[in-house]
């Protein structure tokens, strides 16, 4: 997978079971749920057994010994912890979702959205900071961020799929390989701001991510969201605009497929985050 060194090193991660808040418990179990699934595209062996390495995840100054503590604190209401059950802060954001996006196919579709905007609300700082809730009866920017976030991601799928759906109908051309691809074309600052920010720079974010957690017992799931925020503010622009889809004359031609591969590694790009990240996009916005 494009990014993900691999090792073979066992890595266990256990929480701690006297965490008494429900939402701080709630950040904790998906914190090492959304940690598991990065170290196994990493190919760790992640256990609950003892091992040379061993993380323990808590909201309290104890931890076992043997273990490294890996701090997660939970949600604020304002300055003061806040008392939400888990039920009651799903049912918060999911009315900030049905104010920003009433446009789901499917029941599915709306609870998948609902799982993706409560991780960007838990992990939008680092869980050694809270997580803050938003002003009563606002939509919290994360919310807003989580929707984005898939939404442009979506916009790129549609403009790939109508590609190929004039492909089959003989209007363009099918997409050449890489090899044969004239990348001398893209010439806006845009194309090479996605392409060295975000699509280059992307291996390094994820060997920061497993060094700072194993060498400094820092968790950085927060870095993860924040590039997909930024990351999708580039895409936005540049496809807002850019025409990516032109008219099939052959002067025109070239340029399109060389944007179309920099269109489809931005896609690849959101969905090894999207996989590591359990985000579940719709299929339409």
């Not at 965490?19 to 990065?38: F, G, H, M, P």
């Not at 919290?140 to 929707?147: P, R």
Request: with cysteine.
């Amino acid at each position: 997978m494009y990014g993900f060194h691999k090792t073979n090193k066992k890595i266990s991660l256990q929480k701690d079971p006297n965490v008494k808040n429900s939402l701080t418990q709630l950040r904790i179990d998906l914190a090492i749920n959304l940690t598991e699934r990065l170290l196994q595209k990493l190919d760790y062996k992640v256990t609950t057994d003892d091992n040379e390495i061993n993380f323990y995840f808590t909201n309290r100054s104890e931890i076992p010994t043997g273990f490294q503590k890996i701090f997660i604190m939970g949600v604020e209401d304002g300055k003061k912890k806040c008392d939400l059950s888990s039920e009651d802060y799903f049912s918060l954001i999911s009315s900030e979702v049905s104010t920003m996006s009433n446009r789901m196919d499917t029941p599915t579709s709306t609870k998948n959205l609902i799982d993706t905007c409560v991780m960007f609300n838990l992990f939008h700082a680092n869980v050694s900071s809270p997580a803050r809730l938003s002003g009563r009866g606002e939509v919290s920017h994360n919310t807003k961020d989580a929707i984005f976030v898939v939404y442009n991601y979506v916009r790129l799928k549609t403009i790939v799929n109508t590609y190929q759906s004039k492909v089959e109908q003989n209007v363009y051309p099918p997409l050449p390989s890489i090899e044969l691809t004239d990348y001398s074309l893209l010439s806006k600052d845009e194309e090479w701001g996605i392409l060295l920010d975000h699509i280059v720079r992307f291996p390094q974010l994820v060997a920061e991510f497993s060094s700072k957690l194993e060498t400094e017992s820092k968790l950085h799931l927060h870095t993860l969201f924040t590039m997909l925020v930024v990351f999708s503010n580039q895409v936005s622009r540049y496809y807002r605009r850019v025409r990516i889809l032109t008219e099939p004359k052959p002067h025109l031609i070239q340029i399109m497929f060389a944007r179309l591969h920099l269109i489809s590694a931005c896609l690849t790009i959101y969905e090894i985050l999207f996989e590591c990240l359990n985000i579940i996009p719709p299929d339409s916005m």
